[in-house]
Structures are given as C-alpha cells and as structure tokens.
C-alpha cells in the first residue's frame, strides 16, 4: 500500500470542504516548522503563532478534485498587513487603477442597472467594471478609506443577516482560497442574491503556472487554504442550490507577470509535490524570483498566457 494512500490503517482522510466526503489522495505531508521558515525568508512575515511549530498540515484532494490542506489555519489582520503591505497586493487586485481580465469577464454577467455586491472588495476596483450598476462593496479594512460610502466595513455573513437576497450579482474575487470555511462563506454570498441572480466567484486554478512554482509560499497555510478546479467550483454551485452557467479559465494579467516569467524560469516544476525540504527546491525558487525580476523588466507579458485563475458564473433557482 502506497505511503500516501488514504485507506491504509491509522490515516483517517478528513472530510472535503464542500461535499463532506472523504478525500481520496493525500498529496504529501507538509511540517509548520518548514512552513514557518519558508515564510519568514521568502515571504517576510512570521507566522509561527498561527501555524504553531509542531503541528503538521496535510495536502488532500477531495472527490470533487478540490486540493485543500487540512487543518485549515487562515490567515489573521495582522498576517494579511504585513505581507500585503510588502508587495502591494490590494493595489494590484482591487486598487481603483485595477485591470484585470476576471473583471472584464465577470462584468459580462452584472445586468445593466442591477445592485452588485462586491465581497472583499480592497479599494473597489472592479466597481469601473460595472458603471451602470448599483455597486456595494464589503472591505473591513478599506471601508474607511472610500469616500463614497459604497464600501462598507462588514463582512459577508453579517451582510447577508441584515440585507438578505437584495442583489442581482454577488461577487468574490480571490476570497474563497483565503478562509476556513470556503462552503459557509459561499452559503452567505449565496445568500445575498435575488432568486434569479448569479454569483461570481473567482479563484486560482490548480493545476496552473502558480502551482508549477517550487515552494511557492503563496500556494500554502496561512494564505491560500484550498486550489480550486472547475469540476470543484461547479460542485460547490449546486451544493448551494445554484446551477452552473459558466466556469471561465482565464489567462494573466500585468499583476501575475512575475508569476508568469517564474513559472517559465524554474529549473524544477512541481508536479507530484509542492513542497520540499531540498536545497535544489530552495535554489529554484530563487533563480526563478531573481529571473523573473529581470524579465519583467525587459519583456511585456503575453498576450495570451496559460490560464491562473478560474471564475464560476451560477444562477440562484428562481422562486
């Protein structure tokens, strides 16, 4: 019996986040010690009081192909300021300059004039997408640096108790691989949206680009808990009693350039595993951050990449 299957005696595979099934493959083995250096020198942050040394995550795979770890340890406020503050990630995603093809694509699915919820919305940036609409976004952290008031300091399931199924479309763009509970936050997004309406859901997509990178700590606990794929995403559409229209596998924008120019530079690309304890896997994920620094400077990205993210478009059941 293989070392990581999840039938051989005294390995219990835990339940997958969406269906509750067992999972069916565990991917490796995965120590917080090793996640806590590799965040500390390539990532710049500590985590050790979140990940706790001496606890070790497992990377699953669920029945639906989601990839998740378990346990799910999410990142807190002060994980999310310091390693945003580093790399300027809200601008980038959600800054009011943002361009981005999720946006362009998820804004084909918004009516002319319906209301838009906008859920972990950073600096509102997807609101240019949709200028006929009626937009609202949810953002604790940047509410109070919107001068509009369409930027609330709430979050979705305190939104979803107090306002209901007000929205015609209920958007979250790079959320769900963030949190815990990936089914319970769909629940209250779900919960926003009109009988008739659609959620917009976008994610990374494994496999991709992101996950050839060796070591790459953005794939990992306290910051992306789970890697979707399109099968998954339709299954969690109709768990949530939503059907399916639509899963867009999209290509890189000017903000994933550097993961771009890395996945194209590594000397090792991930293919079984992700994670190892390895000086060749340390080396690769240098050579290829210090190569992408230089061919980001010097070369435009693509126009047409290999897709990163996916976006699920679901209807809600009319009444």
């Known amino acids: 019996m293989a070392a990581d299957d999840p039938t051989r005696p005294g390995l219990t595979p835990p339940p997958c986040p969406i269906t509750g099934e067992p999972a069916v493959r565990l991917v490796q083995w995965i120590t917080a010690r090793f996640l806590t250096d590799l965040w500390r020198y390539s990532g710049g942050v500590d985590v050790a009081a979140l990940l706790q040394p ?9 029945p639906t192909g989601l990839i998740f770890f378990d346990p799910m340890v999410a990142g807190d406020e002060a994980f999310y300021r310091a390693f945003y503050g580093r790399i300027g990630a809200h601008d980038k995603l959600a800054g009011p300059l943002t ?8 804004a084909r699915h918004v009516p002319e004039g319906g209301r838009v919820l906008d859920v972990g919305c950073g600096h509102g940036g997807f ?15 940047f509410a109070a640096e919107d001068p509009s008031g369409a930027i609330l300091a709430e979050s979705v399931e305190a ?34 949206v009109k009988p008739g309406g659609t959620i917009l859901i976008g994610t990374p997509l494994w496999p991709s680009p992101n996950t050839t990178i060796p070591n790459f700590i953005m794939n990992a606990p306290p910051h992306h808990l789970t890697w979707w794929t399109p099968n998954a995403l339709k299954t969690l559409a109709r768990v949530l009693g939503f059907s399916p229209e639509q899963v867009h596998a999209i ?17 090792i690309r991930c293919r079984d595993r992700y994670f190892r304890v390895a000086t060749s896997w340390y080396a690769a994920l240098a050579v290829s951050y210090g190569a992408a620094l230089v061919l980001n400077r010097i070369l435009p990205l693509p126009t047409e990449t290999r897709p990163n993210t996916l976006l699920l478009a679901a209807r809600k059941t009319a009444a």
Not at 54 to 62: C, I, T
Not at 99 to 105: D, K
Not at 170 to 177: G, K, P, R, S, T
Not at 251 to 266: C, L, P, Q, V, Y
């Open 159 to 192: 939104h979803a108790a107090r306002v209901g199924p007000a929205y015609d479309a209920a958007c979250a763009f790079q959320v769900i691989e963030h949190v815990a509970d990936p089914l319970g936050f769909a629940r209250a997004l779900a919960a926003c």
């Open 127 to 141: 609101r240019a997408y949709v200028p006929g609409a009626h937009y609202t976004g949810l953002d604790p952290n």
């Open 99 to 106: 361009e981005r093809l999720e946006f362009r694509a998820a």
């Open 251 to 267: 290509g890189m924008d000017r903000h994933d350039a550097m993961i771009h120019w890395m996945a194209k530079a590594t000397p």
């Open 54 to 62: 001496g606890r070790r995550f497992g990377l699953w795979e669920s």
